[in-house]
């Protein structure tokens, strides 16, 4: 998938993906809740763990984020930095905002493709199929 246009489609349902249901649809954008998932495609990339807003751990960055309040980020080799948290503080905000993780399926062939979005479950109910 080329990485122009909006990574949340105007389609009504996203796959759900889990570690026990992987994605079997060819939808280019997927969605799931399931924490080791989303390990998964962090490791895959090289991403770690990371907020932009102020914590319990540590300031906020320097760098705006504007997100309607997530804070959640990764960082990628070689690309700006915020600030480093542990994959439990990251998972802990994940749940306690009711976020759902929607990423772009990988293409065969190319490198992993390292766009997502956090999304409020709340925002989201009903994309998701």
Avoid: C
Wanted: charge should be neutral.
């Amino acid at each position: 998938m080329a990485n122009e246009g909006p990574l949340l489609p105007q389609e009504k349902h996203i796959p759900d993906v889990t570690r026990d249901k992987p994605a079997q649809h060819d939808s280019p954008v997927l969605s799931t809740r399931d924490h080791q998932v989303i390990w998964r495609w962090a490791r895959e990339r090289s991403a770690e763990p990371a907020t932009g807003q102020a914590s319990h751990t540590g300031p906020a960055t320097t760098m705006k984020v504007s997100d309607g309040g997530a804070g959640l980020r990764f960082n990628f080799p070689g690309v700006g930095r915020f600030r480093e948290i542990g994959w439990a503080e990251w998972f802990e905000h994940f749940d306690q905002q009711s976020l759902t993780f929607v990423y772009e399926r990988n293409d065969e062939g190319r490198p992993p493709s390292a766009r997502y979005r956090l999304v409020r479950a709340t925002d989201w109910d009903g994309r998701i199929g």
